[in-house]
């Protein structure tokens, strides 16, 4: 971690009762350059997908609309996202989970959670308020939210607080976030559908920023690739296991974004706007006409 990013960490963990001292004490690296790259990719993939979610908003607030943009991709993208982060900030800062964490898996493991995890699910909730938000104040046509899509979202959280109280006797904290962990997953999955059924119904991307797609596959492989180099350096793939919603999670988000670049470039390409005939006609015919211009001059 940066040496401007462990000070403020440091104080938190000071206040809060929390610890990282078991995973140094447990696991290290045994590369130095591994360990740069592995840092530098984790902040790429944060950079891309914190970066990947202002073109939407962006676009929204010119046009001061969003139509074209799928209400329930919003509303399932925020649960997946508190979901995420659930889980990233239990397991990054919480020594019991941790001590849990490598009694499973073993003590010299590496906990799969980077900083830039932890900030890139913060950011994604907040930016994914602000979406919804435009949504309550922009115009939206006859776009509204679909009575599955609250139906969805109701059984998760019902589902989540059933298993915190089944947790709760035993303590089973890595059980529980491993729980929200599988749900940001699913919901990753469920969450591209009705967009990219959208497009496929208008049979347009329009109103669908494709900024944020082509930065979301960036952050996908970015982040795929980050948990490769930690595997290769300690010479065990058990943090994809431990950890199997971060690979997943990429592997999804690549997946729909090669569909939606698909649908923007290949299948329902942007047509460059087209003036009428009859409109060119009137811009190039004068304001006064002259009695001895002949017809076809005008046209």
């Not at 490598?102 to 799969?112: C, H, L, R, S, V």
Request: aromatic share 14%; charged share 15%.
């Amino acid at each position: 971690m940066a040496p401007w990013i462990s000070i403020p960490v440091k104080v938190m963990y000071l206040v809060l009762g929390w610890s990282t001292q078991t995973q140094r004490e447990m696991a290290s690296w045994n590369s130095i350059p591994m360990e740069a790259m592995y840092q530098v990719l984790g902040w790429t993939a944060c950079l891309s997908w914190t970066t990947a979610a202002y073109p939407q908003v962006i676009s929204n607030f010119r046009r001061k609309s969003v139509v074209g943009l799928s209400f329930d991709f919003a509303v399932l993208n925020l649960t997946k996202h508190s979901s995420y982060l659930i889980y990233n900030a239990s397991l990054y800062f919480s020594s019991t989970i941790q001590k849990q964490y490598y009694e499973k898996y073993g003590y010299d493991e590496m906990i799969p959670v980077a900083a830039n995890d932890v900030v890139f699910s913060a950011h994604a909730v907040l930016m994914t308020a602000v979406t919804l938000f435009q949504i309550l104040i922009y115009e939206r046509g006859n776009q509204k939210v679909s009575k599955i899509s609250i139906a969805i979202v109701s059984a998760v959280w019902l589902f989540a607080a059933v298993c915190f109280f089944t947790a709760l006797p035993t303590h089973s904290w890595l059980w529980l976030i491993s729980i929200f962990n599988s749900i940001q997953v699913i919901m990753a999955v469920i969450k591209y559908i009705p967009q990219a059924f959208m497009n496929f119904a208008r049979k347009s991307t329009d109103g669908f920023n494709i900024g944020n797609v082509l930065l979301d596959f960036c952050g996908g492989v970015a982040n795929y690739a980050q948990m490769a180099v930690q595997s290769i350096d300690q010479g065990s793939w058990v943090n994809f296991n431990g950890n199997m919603g971060k690979m997943l999670l990429s592997l999804v988000s690549i997946f729909f974004d090669i569909i939606f670049m698909c649908q923007r470039f290949v299948l329902y390409p942007r047509k460059k706007s087209q003036v009428s005939h009859k409109l060119i006609a009137e811009i190039k015919e004068p304001l006064v006409k002259s009695a001895d211009c002949p017809q076809s001059e005008n046209v």
